[in-house]
């Protein structure tokens, strides 16, 4: 069975400061996803980035970086100089491709980020 | 682009009355996942389909749920009866089913707030 924690339930920030959103997960197969979704206060789920379990490479895109450590099954969310506009719920999901969980996201429970001006 | 697309985005009902949820994915995407959010539970999967066949309906929580998608563009999510505990944000997801491994990219639609009273 897959599992995805995200310890932080709440995280409050000043503006420019710099957050990091921490993601572990659990799964038996080798081949596997990770992904973030953004959900603002409209309610929409929006769509970050997506790994896969074969590169552990580290991706920038503009203020945000994500951290993928197989050693450690962590997947964290680092947004630099954080803006009011970056308060929201982050979720972090796993999929993998194992039978009839193919393609099934598990998500974990979210993070609530607020950013203060 | 359009996305995927959800009605009604709100819906308020009386306990006892049917209720459908209704979804358009985006065009071209094979794999259609409708999802409930509560604070209690979080993100839960209720069901999937793939190429219009339900492929995993274990996370539907009873027999007033049902699901169908009679064509690649239209999906619906049907709650008879509805109770007060349905009341929940119910989400439906659409993504490519390409590589055959799993991991491919879930877009969300905005949302169907529904309030059972």
């Known amino acids: 069975a897959q599992k995805v924690t995200q310890a932080q339930t709440e995280i409050s920030v000043v503006e420019k400061e710099d957050v990091t959103l921490d993601c572990v997960y659990e799964?038996?197969?080798?081949?596997?996803?990770l992904f973030w979704y953004k959900q603002p206060p409209s309610g929409e789920l929006v769509f970050l980035i997506r790994r896969n379990s074969f590169d552990e490479q580290n991706e920038i895109s503009g203020r945000y970086s994500w951290n993928f450590q197989k050693s450690t099954s962590s997947f964290n969310f680092t947004i630099t100089a954080s803006q009011v506009v970056d308060s929201a719920v982050y979720f972090c999901a796993l999929s993998t491709a194992g039978g009839t969980s193919y393609g099934k996201l598990t998500f974990g429970q979210g993070t609530i980020l607020t950013v203060h001006p | 682009d359009a996305g995927v697309i959800q009605s009604p985005r709100h819906e308020v009902t009386e306990m006892g009355q049917e209720v459908t949820l209704r979804c358009k994915p985006i065009?071209?995407?094979?794999?259609l996942f409708w999802y409930r959010q509560t604070m209690m539970r979080g993100l839960e999967l209720l069901i999937y389909?793939?190429?219009?066949?339900?492929?995993?309906d274990s996370g539907m929580p009873e027999d007033r749920f049902s699901a169908k998608m009679p064509n690649a563009s239209f999906s619906t999510l049907k709650i008879q009866p509805s109770e007060p505990r349905d009341s929940a944000v119910y989400f439906c997801a659409s993504s490519l089913k390409a590589s055959g491994r799993g991991g491919d990219t879930q877009y969300f639609g905005p949302g169907t707030r529904l309030t059972v009273l």
């Open positions: 065009s071209g995407h094979n794999s």
């Open positions: 389909f793939n190429n219009n066949v339900p492929i995993d």
């Open positions: 799964t038996r197969d080798t081949t596997y996803y």
